[in-house]
C-alpha cells in the first residue's frame, strides 16, 4: 500500500544515529496512523482498510506505537539530546478512526517522553464523518490545539469521483464540533477531479470559506501509479486530469481565498493570518528536525533521513522483538541538500536568501522576474518569491535556479 520506500543504506537494528544534534534545531512529532475505512482511489498514502490488516489490530496500535517513542527516546538520548516537540501532528490515514483516548495515550507517551514546548501546534487529520462533540472535546482535554478536516469538495459527485464518503452536510458538523471544543480548524480540498467543473470547484471554496476555518489547503489531484484512478484513466473509463484546467482552478482559489480574507504562504496553503499557518508543514519546508512514528514514517534528524518498513504487521513484530522499525537510511550530500532546499523553500511565502544560490541560479533571477515568475521588489531585497504565475510554475523555476 503506498509509494515504494526509498532505495538507502539499511538501518542498524538499535536505530542509532550516526551524528550529533544540535539542540537549536526545533524537533517535531509525526505520528502516522495508517488505518482508512476505504481506499480512496487517488489515495497513494501507505494506508489499509480493515481486510488488509492481516497480522495486524487496530486495537493494539497505540501501545506498538509507544514501543517506537521509547526506543526513539534512548536513540536521541545518545546521539545528544532530548528536545521538546514544538509540534505534533496525527496523520494518516483517518487517526480519528481510533478511540479518541488512544490518541490522548499517544500524546501523553509523546508529553512523557519528549515533553511538548509550551504553546506547541498539536494538529489531528481526521474525516468528517468521524468527528463529534465528544470526540473534539476528548482531543482538546489531551492537548490537541488543530483539527485538520478532510473536505476535498463540497459537491457530491465530486466526492464520489474521489471515493470520498462523507456527506458533505457533515463538514459543517464537524468543523463545528471543533469549534465548540475550542480547536482551530483546517479544510482540506483536492480539485481536478474526473468530472469537476469550475463551477463545482468555485462551490466547494465558496462553502469551504462560508465555513471560517482558520486555514485552508488546495491540492492538486496528482494521479499516482498503482491507484484505482490511475487504472480507470488507462482504461479510458475517466479522463486525466487537464493541466490547463487545473491552472484555472488554482487561480480562482487564489483569488476567492484572498477575497474571504485568507493569504497564501505556502504553494498549497493559506491562512487567516501568520498564527494559523500550519507551523508543522513550515517545519517540514525549512529543514527542521522531525521524528516520523509509525509503519512507512519518515523521519529527519540532523542530516539523517530513515523510514520505516510499510506494513503494520511488519512494524509491529520488529517492536515486539526489541529492534528499530527502520528500514534503510541516507545522508544527503551539500548538492542534495542545496537542491532540496531550493525546492522547498520557494514554495514559501518568505521564500529563498539569493545569497543561498550558486552560479547560474543566482543570474537566472533577472530572467525569471522579466517572465514574470519572480517577484521584483522581493529581489531588491534579496529574496526569491513567486508570483502568482510562478507558483504555477514552481518546479520551472526551480530547474532555472539549480542550474
Not at 161 to 171: G, I, K
Not at 260 to 289: I, K, P
Not at 394 to 399: G, N
Request: with cysteine; glycine share 10%.
Amino acid at each position: 500500500m503506498g509509494s515504494a520506500l526509498p532505495i538507502g543504506e539499511p538501518a542498524p537494528r538499535d536505530g542509532s544515529l550516526p551524528v550529533s544534534i544540535d539542540r537549536s534545531t526545533p524537533f517535531g512529532v509525526y505520528l502516522h496512523v495508517p488505518f482508512c475505512r476505504v481506499r480512496c482511489g487517488y489515495c497513494d498514502f501507505n494506508t489499509y482498510t480493515a481486510w488488509e490488516l492481516r497480522g495486524a489490530r487496530q486495537d493494539e496500535y497505540a501501545d506498538t506505537l509507544l514501543r517506537e517513542v521509547d526506543l526513539a527516546c534512548g536513540v536521541l538520548v545518545d546521539a545528544g539530546a532530548i528536545r521538546p516537540a514544538s509540534t505534533v501532528f496525527f496523520g494518516g490515514g483517518t487517526p480519528t478512526l481510533l478511540p479518541a483516548g488512544d490518541l490522548s495515550r499517544m500524546l501523553d507517551g509523546v508529553r512523557t517522553t519528549f515533553g511538548i514546548a509550551p504553546g506547541a501546534e498539536v494538529t489531528v487529520e481526521a474525516n468528517p464523518d468521524t468527528v463529534s462533540d465528544a470526540v473534539a472535546a476528548e482531543l482538546a482535554a489531551a492537548g490537541v490545539t488543530r483539527l485538520s478536516i478532510g473536505m476535498q469538495s463540497a459537491v457530491p459527485h465530486v466526492l464520489a469521483s474521489l471515493d470520498r464518503t462523507h456527506e458533505p452536510a457533515n463538514v459543517g458538523a464537524a468543523v463545528a464540533a471543533a469549534r465548540r471544543a475550542g480547536l482551530a480548524v483546517s479544510l482540506d480540498l483536492i480539485y481536478g477531479a474526473p468530472g469537476e467543473s469550475l463551477a463545482d470547484w468555485r462551490e466547494s471554496l465558496e462553502s469551504a470559506a462560508a465555513l471560517e476555518p482558520d486555514h485552508v489547503s488546495a491540492y492538486a489531484l496528482i494521479i499516482e501509479e498503482g491507484t484505482k484512478l490511475a487504472r480507470q484513466i488507462r482504461r479510458g473509463e475517466v479522463p486525466a486530469p487537464d493541466d490547463d484546467r487545473q491552472a484555472d482552478m488554482y487561480e480562482l482559489a487564489d483569488e476567492l481565498l484572498d477575497v474571504a480574507g485568507f493569504e497564501w504562504y505556502e504553494v498549497s496553503n493559506w491562512a487567516r493570518d501568520e498564527q494559523q499557518r500550519s507551523r508543522h508543514n513550515l517545519a517540514y519546508w525549512t529543514g527542521a528536525d522531525w521524528w516520523g512514528f509509525g509503519p512507512g514514517a519518515h523521519s529527519h534528524i540532523a542530516g539523517v533521513r530513515f523510514w520505516n518498513v510499510k506494513h503494520p504487521a511488519a512494524y509491529a513484530q520488529r517492536l515486539a522483538a526489541g529492534f528499530s522499525p527502520a528500514a534503510g537510511r541516507e545522508s544527503p550530500d551539500a548538492a542534495a541538500r542545496h537542491l532540496e532546499s531550493v525546492l522547498l523553500r520557494t514554495r514559501i511565502r518568505e521564500g529563498l536568501p539569493i545569497s543561498e544560490l550558486f552560479g547560474e541560479g543566482r543570474h537566472a533571477v533577472a530572467a525569471l522576474i522579466a517572465d514574470g515568475l519572480i517577484d521584483g521588489a522581493a529581489a531588491v531585497r534579496g529574496r526569491v518569491v513567486l508570483t502568482l504565475r510562478g507558483r504555477l510554475l514552481a518546479d520551472a523555476v526551480v530547474r532555472a535556479l539549480t542550474g
